[in-house]
Nanobody, 125 residues
C-alpha cells in the first residue's frame, strides 16, 4: 500500500516560516507529480504547489508565488514545501499528494491518486 505522511506543521506568527515534509512509502514514483494542497476553515481544497519528477517543473498557486517553494528528493521519496512570509490566510490543513504518470500540470487535484492525512498550519496575526 502507498502511504503519504506529512510533518512539519505548527503555529507561527505572520511573517514566519515553516517547512513541511512528506514521505511516500510503497511508492516508487520516479515519474509523475507530487503536490501540496490545503483546505482552510470553510474553504474548498486548493492546490498550493506541484512538482513534476520527469523534468522538475514546478507549479504554484498565485497566492503563494514568491513565498513558497516545493522541492523533491526522488531518491528518498520525499517532497518538501518551504513556506516563508506566512500570512494568516495561509492557515489550513495541508495535504501531500502523489500521482504516477505523465501530466502537463501538477497543480490539479483531479490527477492525484494518493493522499496523506494532512498537517495543520496555523498563522496568527
Amino acid at each position: 500500500d502507498v502511504q503519504l505522511v506529512e510533518s512539519g506543521g505548527g503555529s507561527v506568527e505572520a511573517g514566519g516560516s515553516l517547512r513541511l515534509s512528506c514521505v511516500a512509502s510503497g511508492y516508487t514514483g520516479r515519474t509523475g507529480c507530487m503536490g501540496w494542497f490545503r483546505q482552510g476553515p470553510g474553504k474548498e481544497r486548493e492546490g498550493v504547489a506541484g512538482i513534476n519528477a520527469d523534468h522538475g517543473t514546478t507549479n504554484y498557486a498565485d497566492s503563494v508565488k514568491g513565498r513558497f517553494t516545493i522541492s523533491r528528493d526522488n531518491a528518498k521519496n520525499l517532497v518538501y514545501l518551504q513556506m516563508d512570509g506566512l500570512m494568516p490566510e495561509d492557515t489550513a490543513q495541508y495535504f501531500c499528494a502523489a500521482s504516477p504518470g505523465s501530466h502537463t500540470s501538477c497543480l490539479a487535484g483531479a490527477i492525484y491518486k494518493y493522499w496523506g492525512q494532512g498537517t495543520q498550519v496555523t498563522v496568527s496575526s
